[in-house]
C-alpha cells in the first residue's frame, strides 16, 4: 500500500497490479487484503511443522492463500521470483554488503534512517551514471586514469608545438594570447619576436 501512495505521490499513472515479495511477507490477512485491493500476490509460503487450519478463519482468507500458491508454483510465478531476486536483493547486498551499511555506529533510529537513505540514492545515483556514462563507480574510473593521461599527454605536445609555430609569428593581443598558451607559447614568442625585429 506504501509503494502505491509513493506512486500517487510521484503523480504517476501507474498501478500496481502484481505484488512479489519473500517468504517473510506471507500471512493469510496480508494476502487477502491484497486480494481485496485487486493485487495478484506471489509469495511463497514459508516450511510450517503442521497444516493450516481454516475453520476459525474467513473463507476469503482460505481463498486468498490457495490462489496465490497456485500462482507461485505457476511458471509466471518462478520467473518473477527470479526478477525480484536479480533486482532487489541485489540491490539489498550491494548497499548493506558491499556498502557496509550492515551495521552502524550511528545512534537513533532517526540518524539510522538518514544514513541509510542516503546509502541507497548514491546506489541508485550509481546506477543511472553506469546507464548515461557507462561509469557507475568511483573504482571503474582507476582503469580509465591511464587512458585519459595517456591522451592528454598524446594531445599537449603537439599541440604545443603548432601552437608555438603557428600562432607565434601572428599579430595577437596580450590577453587572447595568454589564454590561448601556457609559458611554453610565450618564451617561444618572446624568441620569434626579438628576431623578427632584429633587436
Known sequence: ?????????????????EVIADKGYHSAATLELMQAFGWRTY??????KHRSRWTDKPAAYRA???ANRRRVCGQR??????LRSEMTERSFAHVCETGGSRRTWLRGLETVSKRYVIQAAARNLGLLLRRLFGIGTPRSLQGLAGLFWLLYFAIHKPWGRWTAHGIAGTKIRPHLRDRLAGAEFRQAAARMATKSTGC
Open 1 to 17: 500500500m506504501q509503494a502505491q501512495l509513493n506512486v500517487k505521490a510521484a503523480r504517476s499513472k501507474a498501478k500496481i497490479r
Open 43 to 48: 509469495i511463497p509460503e514459508p516450511k510450517r
Open 64 to 66: 486468498a492463500v490457495y
Open 77 to 82: 510465478g518462478r520467473r518473477l521470483q527470479r
